[in-house]
């Protein structure tokens, strides 16, 4: 009875322990999980969708206002093949595509054939040279890219209907990843106390462009 029982107290030990330490030949160990600050994938082929007027209405100053109706259609940078600056060219009738890398994000754009650099987590120069496409930096909440853009020229549009800005536009960019990945929720935000008596935005939205390439695109003036 004694040695039925010790057999009884080993097989139970023994299974135990195979329980808690081993696992069946065809067992698999679960994959693991992405960290929780991995960010989404936005690479891809976007638009192209087009804002002709981010406002009708912008809380422009008086000395903005004025200069806003005296402008005239030909004017327009575009019509001597000007970079058209941000935000305007990201509401062009032009796709665009996202190349997305740990450290930097590049927009590739079909209109001009600009491409815009976005250094993740970096930082603004102390006294950025001014530029058509300014000086952007990154960081990413959940599903969205921010972009935060300084360092612009005062030589372009903000949009197709002429409104004006100064070398003190700060753009701030949301780029919002739908649930699906299919489209991008985009969030503007201008900030230019020269030309604004207080920071206005703008929404739009643009959706994935598949098996489209981005073309070559040839400005040519008259």
């Known amino acids: 009875m004694k040695t039925a ?68 259609p030909e004017e327009d940078p575009l019509g001597i093949c000007k970079p058209p600056g941000i935000p305007r060219l990201m509401n062009l009738a032009f796709p665009f595509e996202i190349v997305q890398t740990p450290k ?24 950025p040279d001014p530029t058509w496409l300014g000086h952007s930096i990154g960081h990413w909440e959940g599903r969205t890219l921010v972009i935060d853009s300084v360092g612009f020229n005062d030589q372009t549009w903000l949009d197709m209907r002429g409104h004006p800005h100064s070398d003190a536009l700060h753009l701030i960019e949301r780029y919002t990843l739908s649930e699906d ?19 206005w935005q703008s929404v739009s939205k643009t959706h994935r462009r598949s098996n489209q390439p981005i073309l070559e695109y040839i400005c040519e003036t008259g």
């Open 5 to 72: 029982m010790r057999s009884i107290a080993i097989a139970l030990i023994a299974a135990t322990a195979a329980a808690c330490g081993q696992s069946s030949p065809t067992s698999q160990a679960a994959p693991a999980a992405a960290p929780a600050n991995t960010p989404p994938d936005i690479s891809g082929i976007w638009g192209p969708r087009f804002v002709q007027s981010l406002s009708d209405n912008p809380p422009m100053l008086p000395e903005t206002e004025k200069l806003f109706n005296e402008l005239k």
């Open 104 to 127: 930097v994000v590049y927009l590739l754009m079909e209109y001009g054939q600009h491409v815009r650099r976005v250094y993740i987590d970096g930082q603004h120069p102390e006294d």
């Open 181 to 199: 990945g299919q489209s991008l929720q985009y969030d503007v935000t201008i900030d230019d106390p020269k030309m604004y008596s207080k920071p």
